[in-house]
């Protein structure tokens, strides 16, 4: 299964993900608001943290094809590069 991120269509949400089996779209996520400061925009460890802190219970029940865990691993994961971020998802999850 391959998976695409791009900028959401819908004016509140910031991104897409798009899954795909082959040719075949699978499914499409909406995950972010749109107009949040989020770990991408400031880098900021402490705000992360309090994110992460507030919807670990949420995340640990979330299937990999989650708002949820599309949220924590990719606009608060790691790295304040999306595309890093992007690829580790990918990697743990085999979606490349």
């Known amino acids: ?17 798009i899954y ?7 499914r499409t996520i909406q995950f972010g ?7 991408l925009d400031m880098g900021d460890k402490k705000l992360r ?3 992460r802190a507030r919807h670990r219970a949420v995340y640990n029940k979330a299937p990999p094809m989650s708002a949820s865990r599309l ?3 990719i606009i608060w994961g790691n790295s304040t590069d999306i595309n890093k971020n992007i690829m580790a998802y990918k990697k743990k999850y085999g979606f490349i």
């Open 1 to 17: 299964m391959k998976l695409e991120i791009k900028p959401s269509y819908l004016k509140n949400k910031k991104y897409t993900a």
């Open 20 to 26: 795909y089996d082959g040719d075949k779209k699978v």
């Open 71 to 73: 949220s924590m691993e």
């Open 33 to 39: 608001l749109k107009g949040s400061t989020t770990f």
């Open 49 to 51: 943290d309090a994110y």
